[in-house]
């Protein structure tokens, strides 16, 4: 049964793709492509439901060959477990309560069918990396997940700023999958397949390596994070997410929110067994610091989906570093839960954007209204509106300063939005990112505890640090937008709430924010139960750690009985297996709630009694607030250094492409024409024709002389022939 | 009546013959001339065979009349030739018709 509704999950979206472009060739679109989008996206997400009770504990790989080279062997190939099962359920189910959305949001589209049909192949371009059970498979996958988001981004190519983005997206990324080719071919040449499980696969080889020199696997493990760094938008290849933004926000949500960014994330999950403690530390401190830069940068801006672009990288951040720090269950729970509340917040604040969009007299032109507002302040960055602040260029209808008071315009929008934002401050118990964002952070501190490791204490408090930091950022957006009273009598005035096809799918998703949903039962540990972590043959806890009590252990109380057995096994399985009931688990829960507690509070303080003044919080801290504002400066440094370095070294090669290379082809084109050319033209003209000439000359003048025997008179000849005979006569007439 | 009678006679017929084909301006006169060498040729077969081998053996008399069935088909084939260069060249002459004159 896994291998047909594999197969029809991958064929349905691959159909309506095919469908529009089959039309296309013909020069017609067809106006219902959404409908046809929407229902393959449907019955895919009605498989992915029906494969659930196909998940097996040990599933083995379904592959075929592809391609056969000598000894080279690629194939090509399923594999399907519970890690799967849960992505093409999330990919599905995200995919389709975004095609529902867009059908209201992008209506009077005049590229409608198209965004449907981008759509289409973005979702069987994700299916196809998630099923995949090879790493070329992944990286096709991967590529045209790529290719996708940066059809969507500049999906609006009008705006100059859509086309910088994708073109920024493309290019960023790619830069990233430059280390992760890289990263494949290593494990290529050790392991001669592309197969990551079976006998022969790449995990199986890995396992047997034996505890010899394992650096080359470091750098191969983090060489392929790399790719994950660049799809993921991690620190320092994060900029081009928030620049994604320009594409539709239907696109925002299911691409740079809900599954492509989480690709990096899958992909590192997926490479979970090669990773070595190096490459996983590696791992756990990008993770960690992207969670801290993009959260400080998401405090101070005011554009509401640019706040959750950044809100998207920390948490993404997050699921780094719970994979770096050995939760990989952890990390996919984060994956999954973040997936559906993100993609509602997304959702929600198009829902507020469509709302706000004030000249749509008929809704979904608001793309038009973008482009002349864009147009508008281009070239004129100090432009002021009527709202007496600098828009810097940020659309009205996005800019959270222009919102205020919208709860009772937009009930549906902000009772579902303030459910995902619950969810993703981590309130407790209730709300499902709590729960995943939790398990990280226990996860954190239990390795941190088990292998005494200052690294990550270190990236524990970092960890904790954002998550206070999320909850105060989220509850501002949720202040500044839906309380307060309206700051754009105009924009509020004309606000409503969204039509049906918008609601329903933030109703859906506000239910999928809830544990209960996420994890198919009341115990959100019971993930556990589903997605197993692979064992980590190089992983072992450093051989000081099971010595020495660490303090923190044995303040939380661990029982001895639990030291030895992390003495006896490693604290790799140890933390595993007992995981829930680690004492770090404790810990990292109190913690936790005290943070967010304090986030959500100094937000509440900060936005909506206005105890104290954000302005003023910020002109006391002026040098931090410009830092978070010109978000760490990575563009300007990009574009400072390595934009200008390329511009420069273009400029050189220029240069040097004129003057010398050409200097050079020019110089052999003097030099062949004048001497060699010449010697070679006076060669032939003196030597070779006068050969020619001379045997020519001595040809005619022979031949001027012997034809005067030719007289033509036959009677001559016979005197001759007379002649000769009675010559030879004479000459042989001793034999006579 | 010896051999050499003959052969003397056969001498005088082939000098004729070629006197004539090389000095004669017209075709038909140097056809002629060729006809007096076959002759002599013949005359020297019939001779030679009369008296060098025996008179049963009539081998050479035999060649000879070949040899006169060949001059007659010579004759007819050479005045054919002759009528073909008529018409091409207007003139019997040889030494008119010098078109391969180097």
Redesign the interface.
Known sequence: MVVPLISIILLCPLAAFAFFGLLSLTGRNYSRQDLVSTAAMLIAAICSFLLLPQITSHPEPISIPWIEIDQIKLSMGFYFDSVTAVMLLVVTIVSSLVHIFSIGYMHGDPRYPRFFAFLSLFSFSMLFLVVSDNLLGIYIGWELVGLCSYLLIGFWFEKDSAADACKKAFLTTRVGDVGMFVGMMMLFTKFHTFALYGDGGIFAAVANLGSGDIVWLSIAGVLIFCGAIGKSAQVPLHTWLPDAMEGPTPVSALIHAATMVAAGVYLTARMFPILTPDSSLTIAYVGGITAIVAATIAIVRFDIKRVLAYSTISQLGYMMLGIGAGSYVAGLFHLTTHAFFKALLFLGSGSVIHALAVHNGSHGDEHDHESEHHDADHGDTEHHDDAGFDSHGIPAEQDMRHMGGLRKKMPITFLTMLIATLSISGVPFVFSGFWSKDAILAGVLDRAMAWDSVHYYILFIIALGAAGITAFYMFRLIFMTFFGKPRNREMYDHAHESPGSMAIPLIILAVLSFPIVNTWSFNPWSFDKHVKAPKQPHVHAPAHASEERPVLYALAGASNAHAAEDAGHGAHDAAHDHHAHSPAHTIAMVLSIIVASFGILLSYLFYHRKVFSAEGAASRLRPLYNLCWGKYYFDEFYNGVIVALSVAWAGFLRVFDLRVIDGIVNLVGFITRAVVAAFTGWFDNKFVDGLVNWVAQITWSVGGRIRRIQTGAIQNYLLIVLGGVVLLILIFRRYL | MTLQHYLVISAILFTLG?FA???RRNAIS?LMGIELILNSCNLNFAAFSRFMTPAQDINGQIIAIFGIVLAAAEAAVFLAIILAIYREFGTIQ??Q??????
């Open positions: 070629v084909v090389l000095t140097i040889p030494d018709t010098d078109t391969l004159k180097g």
